[in-house]
């Protein structure tokens, strides 16, 4: 009775083992992990501030790349800290609930990046097939309902995952692999049939990234049929140009994120630290790009930058 009893309860804490066979290397690959995520913090800190002071980019490009910014640095910091802690300070424990707030955190802003990405695309949709309707249609307001909708959705899709691995009994292995707290490496510590569970992570992960790719594939279809139809390769080299960052940014999310997913789940001959840095710099790399590359192809937000370095702002 008291084994089943201890079986049916959750644990205290789990033990996050950090990058397992890169034990006597883990010190030293904490100092670029950490550069990577201050490069993270200081460009989507910089972005939002851009944003917010100037008025003449409170337009729906610049109002979705502040989300984007706000939801890098909530997906970042959600993992960062705690990852740094492992590898400098060997602060292996976790508490059981943190773990599972840690989870949520991660799912639901990755599942809203690609919904950000996803209504970037149909931003840049409307600006370059309908440039006289751009502004009547994407308002301020639909901009805003755009982003409650993307947020709902991870809201709606992640939680019922999570309260479902919170109500599960679990086994004495209270040791997980890896640098954060991730559905699958949870799960994989359930002394229960989680097949259902299992279904339910592999139907929210592809219907989101289902979904967003399709709007996302459909949008730059549309425009490359809009683009290729303009009179003059100058201004369609300059159409292109508006998409170069966006699509940047969508190649540096969903490569790193697919592969992480994939190889989780049906990578079993991927050796286990290659596995681990990749999904540690899943949830880095996107972040520490993005503004890098906003604020390098972006002309407004580049002399914005330039003229706060040079000069006061009036």
Known sequence: MLALENSS???????????PGLENSQF?????????????????TTV????????????????FLAMLAITDLVLSS???????????????????????????????????????????????????????????????????????????????????????????PFCPNQIIPQSYCEH????????????????????????????DMIVISVSYVMILRTVLGLPSGQAQLKAFGTCASHICVILAFYIPALFTFLTHRFGHHVPRAVHIMFANLYLLVPPMLNPIIYGVRTKQIRNRVIQGCCWKDP
């Open 28 to 44: 030293w690959i904490a100092f670029p992990l950490c550069a990577m995520y201050v490069v993270a913090i200081i460009g989507n």
């Open 184 to 211: 699958m490496a949870v799960l994989k510590l359930v002394c229960a049939d989680t097949r259902v569970n299992r279904a339910y992570g592999l139907f929210g992960a592809f219907s989101v990234v289902g979904f």
């Open 9 to 19: 309860s959750h644990p205290a804490y789990f033990i996050l083992l950090g990058i």
């Open 78 to 168: 959600s993992t960062q800290p705690k990852m740094l802690a492992i590898l400098w300070f060997h602060a292996h424990e976790t508490e059981y609930h943190a773990c599972l707030i840690q989870m949520f955190f991660i799912h639901a802003f990755s599942s809203v990046e690609s919904g950000v990405l996803m209504a970037m695309a149909l931003d840049r949709y409307v600006a370059i097939c309908f440039p006289l309707r751009h502004s009547s249609v994407l308002t301020p307001a639909v901009v805003g309902k755009l982003g409650a909708a993307v947020m709902m959705r991870a809201l709606l899709l992640v939680s019922p995952f999570c309260i479902m691995v919170s109500r599960m």
């Open 48 to 63: 939002l501030h851009i944003i917010r002071i100037d008025h003449t980019l409170h337009e729906p490009m610049y109002l």
